[in-house]
């Protein structure tokens, strides 16, 4: 006997479904959820007890199709008794699954947006009026794609960067990654959103002042990397867009991406997008990074520089050509302070530009 799962659509949006993990599940992923409508996405076994002491247990991923911000809805079909069935739903958190999957629940929920139903025929995931009634103003997603480095081959690593998308779609602004550029045609390698979050407009300039230190600045991508040309502009930090980071000296592309999130959430979207090779770069320089010089093991940074030192990395001489150095001048040398620190001088500096400091 199986139990179906649903999606109650009470929004003015379209949803798809894009993919499910777990066990005894059936369904194919691309299921339209039209605005207003319920619709049956796929099923999950009802576990025997005899058989089957631990149940069924598995997650759905439904997308609004013009922002892609991707909900998880997780189910638990117990083997003893319907009463002891759980469902929970949230936003996407790529690593969900390796989390207990009897207990959950889902890390990233929003329960004015979402909420669940469950009886002994059926699990639903409902997503509320609310999502197109209050909407939020932009979509948070954090993707990432996977490279492959030597001396061992094989061995993977991801390289990460957000994309901040409008409530209806009509824009997107990109916060790359040194190691390469957001695209839209994936590969094997490509996770894309691993991870979503709601934002404000305020928080959205934020995160455009953690990545180049300018509250002004209105640019939909975000790509420029260090530059040792006179000619051209560096950046207020003289690094790009660089978050406040000196790549692979306080940090490299993970922490970027985790300190343009931190405008919008308290969770590490590293953790819960699982990127490869993200808990080697945590040890080294936390989730956010942290001053030079890198602290962690030294077997440990040695396959983070493997990794990627062939990105952006300045030696100590370029950084001094470009004129930056501890004690360099403000504000340069918040380049060189912790987190905490260089976040609240970001805070102060949008305060300032809308009048509320």
């Not at 040309?229 to 790009?240: C, F, I, Q």
């Not at 077997?299 to 001489?317: E, K, N």
Request: aromatic share 10%; net charge negative; glycine share 8%.
């Amino acid at each position: 006997m199986a139990m179906t799962i649903r999606v109650e659509n009470q929004s003015k949006h379209d949803f798809k479904c894009v993919g499910s993990w777990g066990t005894q599940l059936s369904g194919p992923s691309g299921t339209l959820v039209p605005a207003g409508r319920e619709v049956e996405i796929g099923a999950i076994d009802s576990p025997n007890q005899l058989l089957n002491k631990n149940g069924n247990w598995g997650w759905w991923y439904v997308q609004d199709i013009l922002n892609m911000a991707t909900i998880e809805f997780f189910a638990y079909a117990d083997p003893s008794s319907h009463d002891r069935d759980r469902a929970s739903a949230g936003l996407r958190a790529n690593n969900s699954h390796t989390r207990n999957r009897m207990e959950g629940p889902t890390p990233n929920p929003h329960p004015q947006y979402l909420d669940t139903r469950r009886n002994e025929r059926s699990f639903t995931l409902i997503i509320k009026s609310d999502w197109t009634d209050n909407p939020p103003a932009h979509i948070f997603n954090v993707g990432h794609y996977g490279c492959y480095y030597v001396p061992v081959i094989g061995q993977a690593a991801a390289h990460a960067y957000v994309k901040v998308v409008s409530f209806d779609g009509s824009q997107t602004v990109n916060f790359d990654c040194y190691g390469g550029t957001s695209t839209n045609e994936h590969t094997e390698d490509w996770i894309y959103p691993a991870l979503s979050f709601v934002a404000t407009e305020a928080q959205l300039r934020l995160a455009r002042t953690i990545c180049c230190f300018d509250p002004n600045d209105i640019r939909t991508n975000y790509g420029n990397k260090p530059d040792l040309s006179p000619v051209k502009s560096r950046g207020k930090l003289h690094l790009g867009d660089c978050s406040g980071i000196i790549y692979l000296h306080s940090g490299v592309c993970h922490q970027m991406a985790n300190r343009i999130c931190a405008a919008v959430t308290d969770l590490e979207p590293g953790d819960l997008a699982d990127m490869a090779m993200y808990n080697d770069t945590h040890l080294i320089w936390s989730a956010c990074g942290s001053p030079p010089p890198p602290v962690g093991p030294q077997r440990v940074w040695d396959q983070v520089y493997a990794a990627f030192s062939g990105q952006m990395t300045l030696t100590d001489a370029q950084l001094k050509q470009a004129e930056v150095f501890k004690g360099a001048p403000y504000p340069v040398s918040l380049l060189f302070v912790p987190w905490k620190e260089y976040l609240a001088e970001c805070k102060k500096l949008v305060a300032q530009a809308m009048g509320t400091d």
